[in-house]
Each structure stands twice: as structure tokens, then as C-alpha cells.
């Protein structure tokens, strides 16, 4: 009965929830309870509404978790961590930054770099493709993104100085 209730318990579940990943979550809670219950049900009365009402219940269980999980500051806090946050410059800068100083790493890691960000290749493939250990590539990934992350902050600081 529970394997036929299956599609219309997730459909329920939809329409309760926002998010279908939250009610796939909520619908194997609900056939957990469900299976544990199995010796309670009584098989003279319908299985679905039974099996409905356990779901509803796991949904308002889900939302008060997620209530209870979410970390909400209050105004005083939110404008006190707002204001220790630290400002280096605006996104349009951080960019242009990068850009720079893409431009000036060395071919054969502009060109990595770009195989791993821009084309999404991952470590492993890119070791196949090169014939190399995916540690020496994720090695030079790592030198590759400390000089552009020193490059980044000096030219920001430079930028910052012409401006103050």
C-alpha cells in the first residue's frame, strides 16, 4: 500500500513545501515514521488518509526544524557584523583586478587555470589529459590562485591608495 501511496504522498508534500528536494527529504521521514507505525495501523480503516496525516505532520515537523535551524540576527547585530565586514572595494574592481592579473601569470597557467575555471575541466581530468598525477595539477592550481590572490590584493591596495 505505502509503495502505491508513494507518487501522491510526494505530490502532497509539494504542495506544502517550497522546494521538491525538501519533500523528497519529507517523504522519506514520512515512510520511515510510517514503516515504524506499520503495527498500529488498523487494516479495517483506509491506509491513505492515515498514511496522509503522517505527512502532514512530518511537513510541520520539517518547518519548525527549519524555523529552529535558521540562524536570524537582530538589527543591532546585523548592523554591527555589516560593519566589521571588511570593504576592500566594489565587485567591478575585484573583477577588473583579476582580469589584470590573469593576464599576467604565465602562459602555462593562465592556460591551467582556465581549463579548471572557465571550461569547468576537473583536476582528474585534466591529469588524464596531460599525463600527470592529479596532485601536481592541483598543486600548480593552488600556486596559480596564491599569486593571483596576492596579485588581486596588491592591485586593490594600489587602487585604493590612488583614490584616498
Known sequence: MLTGLQSRLYAFLCTLLAR??????????????????????????????????FAHWQALAWRKRQTRDRLVFDDA???QIAAEFPVTGTAEQELQ????????????????????????????????????PPNVIAASLYRARRVLAECIATTLLATEGRRA
Not at 26 to 45: F, G, M
Not at 104 to 115: H, M
Open 20 to 53: 521538491p528536494e525538501d519533500a523528497r527529504d519529507v517523504l522519506q521521514e514520512t515512510n520511515v515514521v510510517l514503516w515504524k507505525k506499520a503495527a498500529e495501523y488498523d487494516p479495517s480503516l483506509p491506509f491513505e488518509p492515515w498514511a496522509f496525516r
Open 77 to 79: 547585530a546585523f548592523e
Open 97 to 132: 583586478a583579476l582580469e589584470e592579473c590573469l593576464a599576467k601569470l604565465p602562459e602555462k597557467q593562465r592556460a591551467l587555470v582556465d581549463r579548471r575555471y572557465s571550461s569547468g575541466e576537473s583536476v582528474n581530468a585534466i591529469a588524464g589529459a596531460d599525463s600527470k
